[in-house]
């Protein structure tokens, strides 16, 4: 199941508010139907709308290893993770334009959502993994 906003969707939401852009609701709709995100409200999803609407493409694998296999910098990501509630957003979009617009979706709006000790170290995690020595 894709989480992708069709193109039309996407174009709107880069110069209208997300709540007068009727693909953002049907996007709501399909993600508050994912376990884990049920409870989210409808007004959380639909402020993460333009930032999900970025992305042109899904990636299977979590942010932070999204991030170490696309070769983002180490400060760049230092930086992602030094950031409070108040930035993350903005913080995110700079990451998914650095990972060419593709990126997991689902990962992407937990992330936005529950950013916190949790979050911040699922990222770290994921990005200095002890197998990305083995790639390197």
């Not at 880069?14 to 007004?43: C, F, N, Q, S």
């Not at 913080?91 to 529950?114: G, P």
């Amino acid at each position: 199941m894709t989480l992708l906003m069709d193109s039309k969707t996407r174009a709107q939401l880069k110069r209208m508010d997300p709540w007068e852009v009727r693909g953002a609701y049907l996007w709501v709709r399909h993600i508050k139907e994912i376990t884990g995100l049920e409870l989210v409200t409808e007004a959380q999803l639909m402020s993460l709308s333009p930032l999900v609407a970025q992305v042109r493409s899904e990636r299977n694998e979590t942010l932070g290893t999204s991030l170490r296999k696309c070769n983002v910098s180490e400060s760049r990501v230092r930086r992602l993770l030094a950031s409070d509630r108040s930035d993350i957003d903005e913080q995110l979009a700079k990451v998914v334009r650095l990972l060419n617009r593709e990126v997991n979706i689902y990962d992407l709006v937990s992330t936005a959502i529950f950013w916190g000790d949790h979050r911040r170290r699922a990222v770290a995690r994921d990005y200095f993994a002890l197998d990305s020595l083995d790639e390197a």
